[in-house]
């Protein structure tokens, strides 16, 4: 039997507002609990919500960004069900009117192809609070300082195919919403949560298969995990004759299972209607437009300009646009260096990535700066240091001593490339090893590539490592070959 | 419209009200009493015609993206009824 | 302090005190005496704030003293116990927050403070504003003091009572299907339910968000607009508080009223309708002839839709407001809980009392899966058929009358067992408030010996013209001048 998998995607994106959609508390992350509670948030009697209208601007903007309808008119509604985490025993959302409708992103599969994913709407609401189970004697503690953070939900079409599509997709969706600066993303902290909607059916059949929603995906190393063990669990219940249940089951990542909550979405009837302490928000094409007049150039769109205007390879142009900072820094670095853009993607693609991934710290909070990379790339460009010494500057940077200028300097690191100076200290090697000289004249041409870099060697040994290399070789071969 | 022991039940879990069992025959009956009165809504043609959450067309209003409330935990859990460690506690929850 | 000072208005208590004829701590402490007294036969107060009062009346006196006087600065006013007050119980006159003592003050209370007016104590009312007898309270029924066997009305029955006794001159009331006009009515007193959005509801614990107004309860029209003056205005963190000016509520209450349009409904003169209130009513409309009103006969042709389409709308609004009362947070909590679903079910079974359940019950499934569009919405659609019947007769009428109730003050327990026909006594109140219009009750006369109330029904925003038209009225009777017997 051949089974065709079909994934929906509802991820649950943190806005990055500075207080709450409903009320004046902070949103800031980490605080103790409940400080930053207040009256509203915790649904005291008498308390009434007010919209943070930076919220309905993120949402917007995120609309503009997927090429979606706005909806003009939106409406908040109450979503009613009991939990602790749940103040007010109804969750602020929208369901007929949502602020987002119909729009759609593209996906790149592995094969290089592009896929268009359908987006059926995102809408905003209120997060819950916390529950933090240990430590409290058969009782769960509540922490309600996340009540009330405002998140836009943003609900696929079952349009993926595979664990590797949605995983795609939410890749892709999380680098928008970083690039359109509505979300910091931030998966370990929740501000980026994704649920997937998984069912299998037989190819061919039109009906979708009953599907299950799998919850807590909290890193994209887990995605296509979890998602596989769920399409192998349901493939395996319908092919030994039994009926795959419409269920939440939470992802385990230590055993990697998945397996089902308990009754907290028992056939829960939300009895949705309008919340009537807020009013219907209406918003115009001049606010739309002002809107659009915010958004950053989006990442699509700027992968193929850096594609065209620095003739740089499809891969390049994916990694160094895969989030707004790195791309801002590599246009940075481009402008302010004045090497060819090549060299400086290389650079940061490499030496940058390198030292950012060792130290497990975003390029924003990278101790080299935009601007000072670009001094270091400069120097490189123009032949003053070779790569090697390039390597040793940067560390240099990289542990604050300083500009590239300045620590070339300081270490007199200065590329020695001048032929009087390096004729002599070719010659003295040749003299001092003869015999290799002779060895190498007398070897077969297709071995003499590897024998040069002995003499290479000596050479840098000669002038601690500063000889310019590829003035070097170019001498070392008129020499010997000479 | 009647409602029966068992409408009364689902509905009081829907809600979270505990209900004595001598009392739900009561509350079916004054609750099928209470929609005999609603289904009279029937007899009006509401054809064309728009739900009216609100008296007067009115707007929802922005509210500047601005912190304005501070701590004031200990006196919001004053009169919790438990509390420990700024924490809320209920009975354990299972998930 | 002469004995007759509980006699006095508002508006005369005010100048008395600004001509230091008696000093606010003097009248305060006499209606404390006057609330201690009558408390066992009225039960009107959940809370008295005897302490807190004197304290306000001293820096009101103050005040007065420098000169620095507001509208209300140093009279005594009583609240509804459905204000959150802070540091001092905020009951509902419900189990369920018997133990809820407010962390913050409602924008109504504000105002009053920073006005400088006194603050009595919390009334008692029906459970979470739930009924027109204040017979669901927690803190046992209160009676009518024009008739120790009857009701008050309610939901804002005691501050109506404790007017009519004159324990307090001025009360707070609030009004969701005709919770001050009803009592106002069956107390004799004036009470006035502004323009939806008029007053904050901020702080005002909610049963029917689209429906909920609070509004001053007084012996007068002009005490009213004094109250309103005080009461009314934008409050940022109500999201359905109105940015329209306030304007000078008593400025107006003076001017002559001929050629004002008064429409009647003939579905308000119809069955239903006791004869004799309907006697009383025709004598209050022939007054407003004789001070120059046009009287024309209308139609609102969906009345007899209104009580179903709130019955409907009110208990689904309801049911979600009052989900937060949960014994997590605040108020009650059932006695060892064994798991959540037990701490909910028992906290809110045993915190609630059986009208409030009923509702509840009733709300939830009128907002259920299968029934929303049938209930919820077929009633928001009535609604707005409502709401249409009134915008057309205001294209030829300035104001509409008619009788608050169809009888007057019915006996205690008569109709607690019998929550529908309860429910049918609100029906000349109840399309107000689905409409968001302004409606005052002004006393009007009495049926056997049970006051009656005259219903005024205003367009949006025209408190103003209410106010004009009761003041009016209230110089050519003197109905609003008589006190209870028990209480003179």
Known sequence: MAWEVVIGCEIHVQLATQSKIFSGASTAYGAEPNTQACAVDLGLPGVLPVFNKDALAKAVKFGLAIGAEIGMRSVFDRKNYFYPDLPKGYQISQMDYPIVGVGEIDIELEDGTIKRIGITRAHLEEDAGKSLHEDFRGMTGIDLNRAGTPLLEIVSDPDLRSAKEAAAYMRKIHSLVRYLEISDGNMQEGSFRCDANVSVRPVGQEELGTRAEIKNINSFRFVEKAINHEVERQINVIESGGRVVQETRLYDPDKDETRSMRSKEEANDYRYFPDPDLLPVEIDDDYVEAIRKTLPELPDARRQRFESDYSLPEYDAGLLTASREMADYFETVVKQSGAEAKICANWVMGELSAALNRDTIGIDESPVDAENFAGLVKRIADDTISGNTAKKVFEAMWAGEGSADEVIDNKGLKQISDSGALEGIIDEVMNNNAQQVENYRNAEPDKRGKMIGFFMGQVMKATQGKANPGQVTKMLNEKLNG | ?95 | MSNDMHSKTIAELATGLRNGEFSSAELTKSYLERINASNEKLNAFITVTDEQAMKQAQAADQRIAAGDTGILTGIPIAHKDIFCTDGVRTSCASKMLDPFIAPYDARVIENFQNDGAVMLGKTNMDEFAMGSSTETSYYGAVKNPWDLKAVPGGSSGCSAAAVAARIAPGATGTDTGGSIRQPAALCGITGLKPTYGRVSRYGMIAFASSLDQAGPMAATAEDCAMMLQVMAGFDKRDSTSSERDVPDYSVDLNRDIAGMKIGLPKEYFGEGLDSDVAKVIEAAIDEYKKLGAEVVEISLPNTHMAVPTYYVVAPAECSSNLSRMDGVRFGYRCEDPKDLEDLYKRSRGEGFGPEVKRRILIGAYALSSGYYDAYYLKAQRVRNLISEDFKKAFEKVDLIMGPTTPSPAFNLGEKSDDPVSMYLADIYTIAVNLAGLPGMSLPAGFVNERPVGLQLIGNYFEESRLLNAGYKFQQVTDWHQKIPGEFA
């Open chain 2, 1 to 95: 419209m009647a409602l029966d022991k068992k409408d009364v039940e689902g509905i009081a879990h829907l809600a979270r009200l505990a209900i004595d069992e001598a009392d739900i025959d009561g509350y079916a009956e004054s609750l099928s009493n209470i929609l005999g009165l609603v289904d009279q809504l029937n007899s009006v043609d509401t054809e064309g015609v728009t739900p009216m959450a609100h008296p007067m067309h009115m707007v929802q209003r922005l509210r500047a993206d601005e912190v304005t409330e501070t701590n004031q935990r200990e006196h919001l859990q004053e009169h919790a009824p438990a509390v420990e460690r700024g924490l809320f506690l209920v009975p354990k929850v299972i998930e």
